[in-house]
């Protein structure tokens, strides 16, 4: 940009340079799904906003069915292709999940990249 007036030109202002992005949208409603020994959860990955995602968090409910706790063990939080997470059955049935057999297991999403976390 360039101011000008009766005398002329100035010289150009500086560069500013910005990226026109914003949080990701909210993932897909993640589906549990059971394996002999595992619980899968899959997600689909939304859109990213703008910018790249660079990790999802995941949570599970725990027995109090009303408490979400993050699953960091078994979910990579920093992977960013990450759409697909395999938790073992004894992991959910010791603390702090401590889901009894037959109960459901819930799950739920966040994507994240540069400018935050989706809903």
Sequence with gaps: MQAHNA???STYSNVVSI?????????STP????SPDNVIVTWSEPDNGGSPI???TVSLIQSDAITYSTELTN???ASSTLTT???PVTFLRASPFSLAW???VYAKVI???IYGNSL
Excluded: E, F, K, M
């Excluded at 990226?19 to 993932?27: G, K």
């Excluded at 589906?31 to 059971?34: A, D, Q, R, S």
């Design 7 to 9: 005398y002329g030109y």
């Design 19 to 27: 990226l026109a992005a914003q949080v990701p949208a909210q993932p």
């Design 31 to 34: 589906t549990t799904t059971w």
């Design 54 to 56: 660079t990790g999802y």
């Design 75 to 77: 979910c990579d939080r």
């Design 85 to 87: 997470c395999t938790i």
């Design 102 to 104: 037959g109960t459901s």
């Design 111 to 113: 994507a994240t990249n």
